[in-house]
């Protein structure tokens, strides 16, 4: 089975500062990955996906992924942290048959004013 | 927003008694999911349906049954609740495979 690992239950940024999130996946064949955010008693939000088109994908809200083969990794990154950003953040990746996600135990991300 | 939606919102019920948390969807998406929701754990697969009446087991299906007899909704079933089955519960839709999922609000049950 297809796994992921999100390294970092709890980043803390200021305002301002860079965001970076890893996500490191197992897969045996090239993955469809994901990226969603999930607000506070909220359902989770698409971000972005990685579907094989190209390595670098833009999301909403600014943010971005890179996928990397060599290092199994697709981290999330933005810029310049807003406090609006403050939230959950999960990769997910689906199975070799597509049927599955098989998401991260994620990350929450605090924004420092 | 894609149209899920989640019923009931809150529940809180007792050990032993059978809970149904209901999905229904607007999209017409072939695919729906059930997943539950625990601190540490991220989210888990119970249940998905990949069209009616076509239903298969997630990594944590012991204590879940679930039906899809129409499109629209996918039941989840708690024949007898648990302590443990204390959760938050998310429905999710995908249109087609490889496919983004769209989530619904979740349904927060607890089992006292």
């Known amino acids: 089975a297809q796994s992921v690992t999100q390294l970092g239950s709890h980043v803390s940024v200021s305002e301002g500062a860079l965001v970076l999130l890893r996500c490191n996946y197992s897969?045996?064949?090239?993955?469809?990955l994901f990226w969603y955010v999930q607000y506070p008693n909220q359902g989770l939000q698409l971000l972005l996906k990685y579907t094989s088109a190209a390595t670098l994908v833009k999301g909403i809200n600014g943010f971005e992924a890179e996928f990397k083969k060599s290092e199994t990794s697709f981290h999330l990154t933005k810029p310049s942290a807003h406090m609006s950003d403050a939230a959950e953040y999960f990769c997910a990746v689906t199975s070799n048959t597509g049927n599955q996600f098989y998401f991260g135990t994620g990350t929450s991300l605090t924004v420092i004013p | 927003d894609a149209g899920i939606t989640q019923s009931p919102r809150h529940k809180v019920t007792e050990t032993g008694t059978p809970v149904t948390l209901r999905c229904h969807q607007t999209?017409?998406?072939?695919?729906m999911y059930w997943y539950r929701q625990d601190p540490g754990h991220g989210l888990r697969l119970i249940h998905y349906?990949?069209?009616?009446?076509?239903?298969d087991k997630g990594e944590v299906s012991d204590g879940y049954s679930v039906s899809r007899s129409k499109t629209e909704d996918f039941l989840l079933t708690l024949e007898s609740a648990t302590s443990s089955q204390t959760s938050v519960y998310f429905c999710?839709?995908?249109?087609?495979?490889?496919?983004?999922?769209?989530f619904g609000p979740g349904t927060r049950l607890t089992v006292l």
């Open positions: 999209e017409n998406h072939r695919y």
């Open positions: 999710a839709i995908r249109l087609a495979i490889f496919d983004e999922q769209f």
């Open positions: 897969s045996s064949v090239p993955p469809y």
């Open positions: 349906s990949y069209g009616v009446k076509d239903t």
